[in-house]
């Protein structure tokens, strides 16, 4: 404990009382509601459950192929896309509607990562900010 | 039921009790989430996350320790966690910011807000600090049990808890001094 602890008296006015803590402090009564986690957390696990299930029950040269798609996805979203578009060779049509950046999936240390996609107002920049999933 | 009964018939497989067990935790689960956060609807996602991480990870639950303990540890890391991330995020996009300095709009001046008064004591504390001042005032936890939760020692915990009776007597007697 550093040395300033010790030299201030714990009865002291330097030191917020349990009351004062207390009202400070948002306790269970002064929530309110709390809303209800079970149907979120039921949905979630089911989306957990059946994405597991998919990729334990699929073979392995399957699992090969959904990985090598994913990839190609990722390599023609975020690659060869923009750089028909800088090009201009994409029909303008096209080049107005289309769907330029999608991820799949994202992994870090090979763990799914989170991924999230920023669109700024130029419209020549969108950032990927991938997280370690929690 | 105890809760180490609720967690063992989920373990095999009976949803029903896991139910129990966030019945039973939902609301210190909010409680501890705000307070740590400062903020509503980050502490509802958090608790949403660190239900599901809970009961994901329920095989790793030391059956000897406290449920209440173990998840309440789980949780302030999560929300310890999601400050670092936004903190993390907050300095990249100021990065780019000071990189492409566009002009900047003042916000409105405005009064503060409900949420703004709920929390004006709670912001200027660090999230350690706060997880402790929560934890000794609304739930009777000694410092051990602090650093438990914290996962740090009992004399780390004891500074945490100190610091933020200190700043917090501070921001009363500034409030009180202010007043006409």
């Given at each position: 404990m550093p040395d300033h602890k010790s030299r201030i008296?714990?009865?002291?006015?330097d030191l917020a009382t349990l009351e004062e803590a207390r009202r400070a402090t948002i306790s269970r009564e002064k929530l309110g509601g709390v809303k209800d986690f079970w149907p979120e957390f039921m949905v979630a696990v089911g989306e957990k459950k059946s994405r597991k299930d998919v990729w334990m029950g699929a073979r392995p040269a399957l699992k090969w192929a959904m990985g090598a798609a994913g990839l190609l996805v990722v390599i023609g979203g975020g690659i060869l896309v923009p750089k028909l578009l800088r090009r201009g060779s994409l029909p303008a049509a096209v080049a107005k509607t289309a769907v330029i950046f999608r991820i799949d999936s994202v992994k870090i240390d090979d763990k799914p990562a989170q991924a999230f996609i920023f669109q700024t107002q130029d419209q020549g920049s969108t950032f990927v900010w991938v997280e370690k999933q929690l | 039921m105890t809760d180490n009964d609720l967690v063992r018939e989920c373990l095999v497989g009976r949803m029903g009790s896991y139910r129990e067990l966030m019945n039973r935790y939902r609301d210190h689960a909010m409680a501890i989430a705000v307070n740590i956060l400062a903020n509503r609807e980050d502490a509802e996602d958090a608790c949403q996350e660190a239900f599901l991480k809970a009961y994901q990870n329920l095989d790793r639950?030391?059956?000897?320790?406290s449920y209440k303990n173990w998840f309440y540890a789980l949780l302030s890391n999560h929300c310890l966690d999601m400050i670092r991330k936004r903190a993390r995020f907050k300095g990249f996009i100021g990065r780019l910011r000071r990189e492409e300095p566009s002009p900047v709009i003042e916000p409105p001046a405005t009064s503060p807000s409900f949420e703004d008064l709920e929390f004006r004591y709670l912001r200027p504390l660090r999230p350690k600090e706060r997880t402790a001042l929560f934890l000794w005032s609304q739930?009777?936890?000694s410092t051990a049990e602090i650093a438990s939760v914290l996962g740090c020692s009992p004399n780390t915990a004891g500074v945490h808890l100190y610091r933020a009776r200190v700043k917090l007597k501070t921001l009363l007697k500034e409030k009180n001094d202010a007043r006409p």
């Open positions: 008296d714990e009865s002291g006015d | 639950f030391d059956a000897n320790r739930e009777g936890y």
